[in-house]
């Protein structure tokens, strides 16, 4: 995921970890929605949603592991 | 422009008339998204009723202690293939019938993106039909080791597994095409203007549901495929003496099964967020927080898998991993349910059948998501897996959720498929004999459970007997009362009234009902009203017709 | 909690039965809870969704909103149902972790699943060594028979012949696996359910609290009778506990099998017929005609009645891929005694036998060549009933008097009989089969008469109790093999 070479788009990297945030606690405001629709690359998307997907289940894990071990 | 230009698709006609087949070899070989959602529909519901018929002689069967009906053997294939039939030759099916119905409409498209593809997709499914059904008659029987298939009692079964197998690839096959399909024309066939954002709520839902088919389709198909090659080619996937394990069968299986479970709620949720707008008068309450809950309920059914599989004996850290996770799902879901009754809030709403059904869907599919939750609980699950309880659980959110799903999207959109106005007291009807049934069914499967009584079972101890013979009458109840569906189907389709003129959406042609074939180039998009009306999708309803919905 | 206190005291009909270990309570309030805030959020849900339903409908002329969109809200009932569910996983995480610890138990108890019963051995602890095999024990009368009124209230179907026992108050380790698909080991009132797996062991445990009868059933799907393999426990006092194991211990030695002993035709009979009926007559049917297509007749089957090797290794091995599993969990004694009943029973009468000794043999790893039996004499008198000795009947091969080999057995149960009842005098009989002259074949039969009767004052029966008796019919009764033969009957 390249955070590209000009600012707008280094804002873009911020916005689209944002968008997948909300997306997983499944709330989003319309304003926001609609700047997202117009600004976010699809593909990038994709790729933070995998991201965060595998950072909440590592985070699941430690949780578990914290717990089993007491 | 009703009439019907030359098509350059059907360009191999004697003549230069544009010439359809008529007749059998119409519905054999049309290319026609309406024709083959209408194709899809009748095929769900004949498979709808042949399930049903397993299912009242599982319930005749267990009306009282002792064994009357059936014997054991002949009870677990029937149990077996109900569900098999249920999930994959009614619930899939009739879904996707809606998406080829109305997503190409929805969009502004003039028909699916590859759509002799669409064609082979349905017809690959009457033949993986009379597989399925036929294995009844193979030696030995249908298969009877439960609709999830577990190995090693599945690799003991006899040819009926087989055939089953062969149908599994089959309609998975299907479904994977017709998921290829429906991703393809809804990223590239929209018309023009109509952004991925203006998209109605169903064209979202089938969105992210056809991601999830193509992903999960396959694994199916791995595992019952490890299972043929285990019964018939010396392989040991499932069996520790050749160095393989069971539980491994579980584990694909389940990868498959979270998901799809997913795949047949997802499409109902899209239907009843166009219906409860529409007949409150008022928009979607939160738009963008559904489709964001939407993708991430998606993404993470992948992590849940193995609350199907908490006695089978992982370690602690595994039975925390999936409770804690299966929980934590639960949340984007149930929030969807407030947002339906938000949307509800200060409406003006009337309650025709398709609304009698989504209000109804919102009320029970709740409770079955509530009884999930209680299943994802591990020390509980413990107790209540693999008894009445979870079939309780599965059936209010499956008949409850994706069923009285399909019946409110068909009501709601019958007048725009057909022209005509359905019968209201017949849909009406119908609706409270579902629903009254349908809870005399299932909710005294909830004690079942409780108390101790185990599933896939002919015959149980007698301080079971009250319930079982409860659920049993409300069985029969529900599944006559399937047949005023039927009949309200039959009367709308043969006549009826003529549906209303429709204003307030935005309409490519102004006649009605649809014509059969629209043209290849959609015309501009005719704004009629304000953005709002996408998110409904939907024709406007009147409960007096004279007015368009303010 | 004094909700769940009083929820106690109600029967299983509405909830989970009446917990009796710690474990089942803690599920039981876990369940309780749940309940109570899926009820509360129910409530409050449907409370405002039929109050709109009332209040916001057209025809009362309301009016729509044109809002549709408020993201606090959301968050707030977002946020708010994640801390209650945390609420909710904390204790569950502490149950979960409380059901996974089997440490040190008290006795461990091996439950192994098998289409269709369960099998206990006790491991460790005290009561080891013994071992139990639990079958359902309501009759097929009261499940689809004219018995039904006969059925137990509280035990129809949960019912077995052999109990598990087990003390109270002490922690029981379960290891559960299973012999042939997987089956489920699950007694509700203790909360405890496990998976038995083919190939591989699981283990859970349980302390039950008070003393009682408890009941529950297979729950996984493992075929034709998942619903007709309870789990019967029987919770006792330790004293209760410490005599039954005595009681056990002894009964075992007393039925001791000694696998090097042989036994005759009828003796293996008669035992392979207990041994069929608790085993092999679910799917062969206690006709041996077997249900078609899936369970194959045994009754003039080419196993049965053809080389004995075959039959053993079917027994023995199962048929993979089939539905017939490997029974050599079964005693040497079983396994031989089966085999030679199914081969001498119905209408198969191939006159050979197995003894315990050629299984055991097989298990160490040899070859079964050939059933017959050392000629050596037993060492004790047999344990089997003396009047199942008398009717006997010894085969001939065609055309020849000269005992076989395998007939000794039969002469020596008789010979063992007479000798324990003075009194009594047997009459015999001699056949043949159609084949040859009318002359040739009552010449035959005398032979072999004789045969037999020398035989038996060989053996020490006194001659003035042997009766020669003349057949209404020499030849031709039966099939060629079964009409080859001497009849030993009782006199008078």
């Not at chain 1, 997907?53 to 717990?67: D, H, K, N, P, Q």
């Not at chain 2, 804690?324 to 309650?351: D, E, H, Q, R």
């Not at chain 3, 803690?26 to 959020?41: G, N, P």
């Not at chain 3, 137990?152 to 012949?161: C, G, H, K, N, P």
Request: contains cysteine.
């Amino acid at each position: 995921m390249s955070d590209g070479d000009d600012t707008p788009q280094r804002a873009g990297f911020l916005s689209t970890v944002r968008a997948v945030l909300w997306s997983f606690a499944g709330v989003r405001k319309r304003r926001d929605y609609n700047q997202d629709a117009s600004s976010l690359n699809p593909v990038h998307v994709i790729i933070a949603g995998i991201f965060a997907a595998v950072v909440f289940v590592l985070s699941i894990v430690l949780v578990v592991r914290f717990v089993v071990s007491q | 422009m009703s009439s019907i230009a030359h098509d350059p698709t059907h360009g191999h006609e004697h003549d230069h008339h544009a010439h359809h087949p008529s007749g059998v070899m119409r519905w054999i070989t049309t290319t026609n998204h309406k024709d083959i959602g209408s194709l899809y529909l009748w095929f769900s519901f004949i498979m709808f009723l042949a399930g049903g018929v397993m299912a009242l002689t599982i319930r005749a069967e267990l009306f009282q202690p002792g064994l009357q009906i059936v014997q054991p053997e002949f009870f677990n294939q029937l149990t077996t293939m109900h569900g098999l039939v249920m999930v994959f030759g009614a619930i899939m099916p009739a879904f996707v019938g809606f998406a080829n119905w109305q997503i190409p409409l929805m969009i502004g498209a003039p028909d699916m993106a590859f759509a002799r593809m669409n064609n082979w997709s349905f017809w690959l499914l009457p033949v993986a039909a009379i597989l399925l059904m036929g294995s009844f008659l193979a030696p030995g029987g249908a298969s009877a080791a439960g609709w999830t298939l577990y190995a090693p009692l599945s690799v003991q079964m006899g040819m009926g597994m087989d055939m089953l197998i062969f149908a599994v690839h089959i309609m998975g096959a299907s479904s994977i095409m017709g998921a290829i399909n429906i991703v393809t024309t809804i990223l590239n066939m929209r018309a023009p203007g109509m952004t991925l954002m203006k998209m109605p709520l169903f064209c979202w839902t089938w969105l992210i549901t056809a991601y999830l088919l193509i992903a999960v389709m396959p694994v199916l198909a791995g595992a019952v495929t490890m299972l043929l090659t285990d019964r018939h080619f010396g392989t040991s996937f499932f069996n520790a003496a050749g160095g393989g394990d069971p539980v491994l069968y579980q584990h694909v299986f389940w990868f498959f099964g979270h998901p799809e479970v997913y795949i047949m709620i997802l499409p109902a949720f899209g239907i009843v967020s166009q219906i409860i707008p529409t007949f409150s008068r008022k928009p979607l309450f939160g738009y963008a927080s559904m489709v964001y809950a939407t993708s991430s309920i998606a993404i993470l059914s992948f992590i849940v898998w193995a609350h199907h599989m908490f006695t089978t004996g992982m370690p602690a850290a595994g039975q925390l991993f999936f409770m804690y996770a299966t929980m934590l799902i639960a949340v984007p879901t149930g929030v969807k349910v407030f947002n339906w009754v938000a949307t509800m809030w200060k409406g003006s709403m009337t309650f025709e059948t398709p609304m009698l059904f989504a209000v109804g869907f919102i009320f029970v599919f709740t409770m079955g998501g509530f009884t999930g939750l209680i299943c994802a609980i591990t020390p509980i699950d413990i107790q209540i897996q693999d008894t009445y309880y979870v079939v309780a659980h599965f059936h209010y959110v499956l008949v409850a959720g994706s069923l009285f799903a399909i019946f409110a999207g068909t009501y709601y959109w019958l007048p725009k498929w057909t022209g005509h106005m359905y019968d209201e007291g017949l849909g009406r009807l119908h609706f409270w004999a579902s629903i009254i049934f349908f809870n005399i069914t299932f909710f005294p499967m909830h004690f079942l459970g409780l108390a101790g009584m185990p599933r896939r079972i002919p015959d149980y101890a007698l301080q079971f007997a009250d319930f079982n013979a409860i659920a049993t009458v409300g069985a029969f109840g529900f599944g006559l009362s399937q047949l005023i569906f039927l009949a309200a189907v039959l009367k709308c389709v043969k006549g009826g009234q003529r549906r209303p003129q429709r204003s307030g959406t935005v309409r490519t042609d102004s006649s009605g009902p649809c014509p059969r074939q629209r043209p290849t180039i959609p015309s501009k998009l005719h704004r009629l009203s304000s953005k709002r009306c996408w998110l409904t999708g939907g024709p406007p309803w009147t409960g007096d017709q004279t007015s368009a919905p303010r | 909690m004094s909700l769940a206190g009083m929820a106690q005291a109600t029967e299983a009909r509405y909830n989970l039965q009446t917990p009796v270990t710690q474990i089942a309570q803690q599920v039981y309030d876990l369940h309780t809870a749940m309940l109570v805030v899926c009820l509360v959020i129910f409530l409050a849900v449907f409370g405002v969704m039929f109050y709109s339903v009332y209040a916001h409908r057209k025809s009362k002329g309301a009016v729509a909103a044109q809002w549709h969109e408020n993201t606090t809200v959301e968050i707030l009932w977002t946020i708010i149902p994640v801390f209650i569910l945390l609420g909710m996983a904390w204790p569950a995480t502490k149950t979960v972790l409380a059901m996974k610890d089997t440490s040190n138990p008290d006795i461990t108890i091996k439950a192994t699943g098998y289409q269709w019963k369960w099998g206990y051995d006790y491991l460790k602890g005290e009561g080891e060594g013994i071992r139990l095999v639990s079958n359902l024990s309501t009759p097929q009368s009261q499940i689809g028979g004219d018995q039904q009124s006969a059925r137990s209230e509280t035990a129809y179907l949960l019912e077995v012949d052999e109990p598990l026992v087990v003390p109270v108050g002490k922690k029981i380790r379960i290891l559960t696996t299973a012999n042939d698909v997987i089956h489920a080991w699950w007694v509700p009132a203790f909360a405890v359910k496990q998976d038995a797996i083919p190939g591989f062991i699981r283990d859970t445990w349980f302390r039950a609290d008070k003393e009682g009868i408890y009941r529950g059933n297979c729950a996984e799907l493992c075929g034709k009778d998942h619903g007709f393999m309870p789990i019967e426990v029987h919770v006792v006092s330790a004293d209760k506990y410490s005599s039954w194991v005595a009681g056990r211990k002894k009964a075992a030695a007393a039925v001791a099998e000694d696998p090097s002993k042989t036994y005759s035709l009828a003796e293996l009979k008669a035992k392979g017929q207990q041994v069929y009926d608790a085993n092999c007559a679910a799917c062969h049917q206690a006709t041996g005609k077997g249900l078609a297509p899936a369970f194959p007749p045994l009754d003039g089957s080419k196993i049965a009645t053809g080389p004995i090797a075959d039959h053993i290794g079917i027994v023995f091995n199962g048929k993979p891929g089939t539905a017939m599993s490997a029974w050599r969990q079964l005693s040497d004694t079983e396994i031989a005694a089966v085999i030679t009943f199914e081969r001498n029973n119905w209408g198969n009468a191939v006159g050979d036998l197995v003894q315990p000794s050629a299984i055991r043999a097989m298990r160490g790893g040899a070859q079964v060549a050939t059933a017959a039996v050392p000629a050596a004499a037993a060492k004790e008198a047999p344990t089997a009933a003396p009047a199942a000795a008398l009717p006997a009947k010894v085969y001939f091969q065609v055309g020849k008097s000269t005992l076989p080999a395998d007939a000794i057995d039969a002469v020596k149960a008789v010979a063992e009989y007479l000798a324990a009842k003075p009194d009594a005098k047997v009459d015999i009989t001699g056949y043949t089969d159609k084949s040859g002259s009318l002359d040739k074949n009552l010449e035959l039969a005398k032979e072999r008469a004789k045969a037999v009767r020398d035989a038996l004052k060989e053996a020490g029966v006194a001659a003035d109790r042997i009766n020669m008796k003349k057949p209404e019919a020499v030849t031709g009764d039966g099939d060629n093999k079964e009409a080859r033969r001497v009849e030993i009957n009782r006199a008078g």
